[in-house]
DNA sequence: AATTTTTGTTTGCACATACAAATATCATTC
DNA sequence: GAATGATATTTGTATGTGCAAACAAAAATT
């Protein structure tokens, strides 16, 4: 019970197969590393990326729905339900009830609050340039940008 | 349902905060499609994506530590012991402390159902290459890869 | 007009993951 | 050889996320 398996993982390792596996721990591994940064740039003001994400688009769209929210941030309905009430927990968004459907305002305090937030966007694209480049960026952007929606399909 | 969604990401915005929100939007959103396809592959064995990939390593390297391994899964050691228990739980690996070591070897069903997994790999790539075009994959994993350890710089 | 189907949103539950603190062991220094 | 510091691993706790089910409202069909 030991050639046989040895040397089926040894073909395993040098096979496209692990590329497929690379593929996935690394989109993983930069979702994280990046994810990071995000974080400890809207960790100032108690949010995480995609809180400050979800805000900008309230602000930029007053009345936004959350399916709509859902499509722009490519996360679930019930994930949007959850950083809504997180921020609305915070005092920046509000919710109305509209028929079935929900309509999600910025408050004044979350309006007020957007530009530093813009701010903080630039500061996570420095420090992504700074490490990788920022030609790089606008590349690797591009090429993820495209593979996600290739394989996600949006939601 | 109308076009009140103008700010859906169809194309990558050209000022340089939305191309930072958009990096980091991706790089989530691209996690996430493939941990999708990953995890439905992986289902069948009732692992996830991470599960596996470390069950391979485990195999490859019987004897190998928690911390070899936060190195080569890029994640931290908590979430190694987590994975771990689960891979310790579905009797397909098992611990052995050795002074303030602890060294992980598969159990003989662990080593039996490697080969499934690896075809399980293989079926994953074949549905990124479908998809993106095996060129594409092979290119944006290089790229992910790179970006991800320098950004991470590994844990 | 009443019933069924579809659509939009929210909850219950589960999971992968991380951080911080606790624990256990090894290595160094005095 | 005892005390201090460094390293390896595990637990407590929290969070973002998703799936499936529940719920609510609109639309369609009868």
Redesign the interface.
Known sequence: ?DNV?TS??TE??T????????????????????????DEEFGRFGLC??HA?ML??VV??PG?TPS?LS????LTPSTITRLVEKLEQKRLVRRESEGKKTLIYPTAEGEAIQPEI?QA??R??AR?SQ??GET??????????S??????GGI
């Open positions: 019970m398996t089926t993982i395993v390792k096979s496209k197969s692990r590329y497929s596996a690379c593929l996935l721990f690394s989109a993983n591994a930069l979702s994280r590393a990046i994810t990071a940064i995000g990326y995609s994400y900008c688009e930029e769209q936004i709509e499509g722009t941030l490519c813009a966007w630039d996570v694209g992504y490490v990788l790089s960026v606008c590349q690797l952007t591009k090429q993820v940008f593979a996600a929606k290739a394989l996600g």
